[in-house]
């Protein structure tokens, strides 16, 4: 690979977007054990609901993910990159949703209590503007729990408001020994993070600003950025005629080697799910927001390397297309699933949809079949007319000037 970065392209991880279907679905079944699903299960059998409850994959995969796969796309481009462009796309493609589904949860709000209890619409009002805002992740207390996956939403915006910065100094890295020294830093107020929260005292009303803090967020974000800093230098170090030469043993040596690792990761994760059984508050909040996140990366870099079994299977076609899709089945799950209870409670008497393993999956496949029509049938076409109107527009104006 070259070292100008005007010759550079961008990498693209096909297995990454299989990954990011795995973190999304887990999310998705978390929030739903949480509030009442898989009752008829009884909690069996406990490995399933260990992942489920744990979740085994969770938010700080994708904000990893989000610093790794943007820092890749643009770190060639960083010669002609601007952070403003990039926060106002950012923005008009997922802010609509973000909208749309606040105002469907603080409705929703009024109409479960509308003649039956008292609404404290100040509250309410302060709540849909910190919601819609991104002030959330920041500042949780005194606001209702409208659409919950949205403070990820909010913290990530505070990522993507200092990517720019944050990406010009990565690449201005030149060796691996100093990308690794500051992966480790980042990992210090993480750390140092969870320990506070420990000196605090466990609480449910400080658990959620600790959960959702974008500052510290914004670290695991920065370990992404770094990861593919790391995974960009390797690439460089590694010339492409070498890597053609490689004999087919090698290379299933190196695809056998990746999956083993990956057994081993995922046997990590199961494991410190455990933790979050021993009954105390702090060791299950260390064991969730930081002994993860080495893991975390650690599966990203192998499954980047796209070596293996388990990498071949994460780069299905099907899979890659679904793992696109995955923010809006974690934006809108919460919603959906309010409106199709309350429908089912209040208009069919039925109050336990949730219970039922088979009405959660037929709802999933409802939830994510409705996200890939949206993404592949609408949003993508109409992309692609924006930039076919926008070249013509250019072509007459280059025209026009001549």
Not at 185 to 201: D, E, Q, S
Not at 210 to 218: D, E, N, S, Y
Not at 288 to 315: C, N, Q
């Amino acid at each position: 690979m070259h070292n100008d970065n005007h010759n550079q392209k961008a990498l693209y991880f096909s297995g990454l977007d299989g990954l990011r279907l795995i973190a999304s679905v887990n999310i998705v079944l978390f929030h739903f054990q949480y509030i009442g699903g898989f009752y008829n299960m009884g909690g069996n059998p406990g490995w399933f609901f260990r992942i489920l409850k744990g979740p085994a994959f969770h938010a700080s995969l994708f904000f990893i993910l989000g610093g790794f796969i943007f820092a890749t796309k643009f770190a060639p481009k960083i010669a002609t990159f601007k952070n403003w462009p990039f926060l106002k796309k950012r923005f008009s493609e997922l802010y609509p949703l973000h909208l749309i589904t606040t105002l469907i949860m603080a409705s929703l709000f009024v109409i479960k209590r509308w003649g039956t209890e008292s609404i404290d619409w100040s509250k309410l009002g302060y709540s849909i503007f910190m919601h819609l805002s991104f002030l959330w992740s920041l500042w949780p207390f005194g606001s209702l729990n409208l659409n919950t996956p949205s403070w990820a939403l909010s913290a990530m915006f505070f990522c993507y408001l200092l990517f720019g910065p944050l990406l010009r100094w990565t690449v201005s890295i030149k060796n691996k020994r100093t990308v690794i020294f500051y992966i480790a830093l980042f990992f210090v107020p993480i750390a140092a993070w969870a320990y506070l929260y420990g000196i605090l005292g466990p609480s449910t009303e400080y658990y959620h600003f600790f959960h959702t803090f974008a500052p510290v967020r914004f670290f695991e974000f920065g370990l992404g950025v770094l990861l593919a800093k790391l995974f960009i230098l390797r690439k460089e170090k590694t010339p492409a005629a070498v890597s053609n030469l490689t004999s087919n043993k090698k290379y299933c040596l190196k695809g056998l080697c990746c999956d083993l690792a990956i057994v081993f990761c995922v046997f990590l994760v199961f494991q410190n799910l455990g933790l979050q059984y021993m009954g105390k508050p702090t060791l299950t909040f260390f064991s969730y927001h930081v002994l993860m996140v080495p893991i975390y990366l650690l599966i990203l870099y192998i499954v980047a390397i796209e070596k293996g079994i388990t990498a071949r299977i994460l780069s299905f076609h099907f899979l890659r297309k679904m793992g696109r899709t995955s923010f809006y089945p974690y934006m809108i799950h919460i919603p959906l699933m309010s409106i199709v209870t309350m429908y089912c409670e209040r208009v069919l008497g039925y109050r336990k949809f949730l219970h039922s393993p088979r009405n959660i999956v037929i709802f999933m496949i409802v939830l994510y079949g409705c996200s890939y029509l949206y993404v592949y049938a609408l949003r993508d076409k109409r992309r692609a007319k924006k930039m076919e109107l926008e070249a013509v527009q250019t072509v007459q104006t280059a025209g026009a000037t001549n």
